[in-house]
């Protein structure tokens, strides 16, 4: 008898399909605590792929913290948090977020992609409609597909789309959600999120910003790019992650105390999943405590940017636009951003290569950390311009709208 096909054939046949597209990922391992150099490949090497945007994922303060609450807790919440698993510290967590965040109150999720996903899908279903922005990270557009909302895609940042979108539409629909990234994770730029508001109140829709990228990295107190755009006194809904900045794991949500007490009853990843862990509850709350009592490292932060950006320009290397420690060098293609990223790796300097499907064009990704010296700077940008030149205009085949 002939041997049957195997059902699981497909999956090496798309693993190759995704190896000859340049594709094809892979993790690499990362020794030692992270910080602004790491070893990679057993090679020291400055580190600016790193979202631990205020270096304080290796700060010994969030690790005896977190250490502390181990021992007082333990080192799982043991169930959801509407059972066994609430613990103080989440109390005292989801305060701190609300204060950093000037709202009433706060709920954190195991990550920030779980608060997302859940939080869509808590607010509208099959009768609403969502108008999003074209570049918002994954976790809002799988959320907006779990909604089982209609889903409207407005171009990167173009307003005029989602007014026109608002005009047509918002009438067809019981509820309404505009959803966008506050600060674009691959991009570095920002959402015009005054003029979005102002948008929303008039076609009575809610708005969701992801401040995954914002929260302890922009704003005077580091509430976000909320708080950068004066935009605290108006209602939305904010998500944002304890990953980055502040340094640990998990996710939150934060807006009025009624959206807090409605989520924590009809959020399913939140209801139906284990508490986030005590030690990574008590390492945010610290990182947030460390926010406020060093302040300098908010204006350090922002100086960084600034300082890489104005060596960009000064060595006429092209970037996308950015307000934000996320700056990105647009390449031609998949396979140019691999090498350079390679080449860059072998001169000690780490950067993320992005490439499609992540992005609809490559890019080599830099983020800068508050820990970086004006040398380190230094260091990459005079290591990238070498090897830009003789790389040519990027990048035709999908051009970029926010360029
Ligand atoms: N939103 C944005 C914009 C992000 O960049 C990320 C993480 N890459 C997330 C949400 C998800 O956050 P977390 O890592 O906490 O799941």
């Known amino acids: 008898?002939?041997?049957?096909?195997?059902?699981?054939?497909?999956?090496?046949?798309s693993l190759a399909t995704l190896q000859r597209a340049k594709w094809h990922r892979q993790v690499q391992p990362i020794e030692?605590?992270?910080?602004?150099?790491?070893?990679?490949?057993?090679?020291?090497?400055?580190?600016?792929?790193?979202?631990?945007?205020?270096?304080?994922?290796?700060?010994?303060?969030?690790?005896?913290?977190?250490a502390a609450a181990v021992k007082t807790y333990g080192t799982g919440s043991t169930?959801?948090?509407?059972?066994?698993?609430?613990?103080?510290?989440?109390?005292?967590?989801?305060?701190?977020?609300?204060?950093?965040?000037?709202?009433?109150?706060?709920?954190?999720?195991?990550?920030?992609?779980?608060?997302?996903?859940?939080t869509i899908a808590a607010l509208v279903?099959?009768?609403?409609?969502?108008?999003?922005?074209?570049?918002?990270?994954?976790?809002?557009?799988?959320g907006a597909r779990l909604s089982g909302a209609t889903v409207v895609v407005y171009e990167h940042n173009r307003l005029e789309q989602l007014e026109q979108c608002l005009c047509e539409r918002r009438s067809h629909h019981r509820r309404c959600l505009v959803v966008t990234d506050s600060v674009f994770s691959m991009d570095g730029d920002l959402c015009p999120l005054p003029a979005i508001l102002d948008l929303a109140e008039r076609w009575n829709a809610m708005v969701l910003v992801d401040e995954a990228h914002g929260t302890g990295v922009l704003g005077a107190t580091g509430g976000g790019a909320v708080e950068y755009l004066n935009c605290r006194h108006r209602p939305l809904v904010q998500i944002g992650t304890l990953s980055k900045a502040l340094g640990s794991l998990g996710g939150y949500v934060t807006g009025s105390a009624e959206l807090i007490d409605f989520l924590r009853n009809r959020t399913a990843t939140w209801i139906?999943?284990?508490?986030?862990?005590?030690?990574?509850?008590?390492?945010?709350?610290?990182?947030?405590a460390i926010l406020h009592q060093e302040p300098h490292r908010l204006t350090q932060l922002a100086h960084n940017g600034d300082y890489l950006r104005q060596q960009l320009d000064q060595l006429q290397i092209?970037?996308?636009?950015?307000?934000?420690?996320?700056?990105?060098?647009?390449?031609?293609?998949?396979?140019?951003?691999?090498?350079?990223?390679?080449?860059?790796?072998q001169q000690g300097i780490f950067v993320a290569a992005v490439r499609p499907p992540t992005v609809p064009t490559s890019r080599l990704r830099m983020t800068v950390m508050a820990t970086h010296s004006q040398q380190d700077i230094d260091r990459l940008v005079h290591t990238i311009q070498p090897l830009m030149a003789g790389q040519g205009c990027p990048p035709a085949e999908h051009p970029h709208p926010a360029e």
Not at 39 to 52: I, K, Y
Not at 272 to 288: K, M, Q
Request: net charge negative.
């Open 318 to 345: 092209q970037y996308l636009d950015s307000e934000s420690p996320i700056v990105c060098i647009p390449v031609k293609d998949a396979a140019t951003v691999l090498a350079l990223g390679q080449q860059l790796r």
């Open 32 to 66: 030692g605590k992270g910080g602004t150099t790491i070893t990679l490949e057993g090679r020291p090497c400055l580190n600016f792929a790193s979202n631990d945007y205020l270096g304080l994922a290796g700060d010994d303060r969030l690790a005896a913290a977190a």
């Open 1 to 13: 008898m002939a041997k049957a096909a195997s059902p699981y054939g497909w999956i090496a046949k």
């Open 272 to 288: 139906y999943t284990t508490g986030l862990s005590p030690a990574d509850a008590a390492a945010a709350r610290t990182a947030i």
């Open 125 to 142: 279903d099959h009768r609403d409609l969502i108008v999003a922005d074209q570049y918002n990270h994954s976790s809002l557009q799988m």
């Open 79 to 118: 169930g959801s948090r509407l059972l066994s698993g609430h613990r103080p510290i989440h109390d005292e967590l989801e305060q701190a977020i609300a204060r950093l965040k000037g709202t009433e109150a706060a709920l954190v999720f195991s990550s920030g992609y779980l608060a997302n996903l859940g």
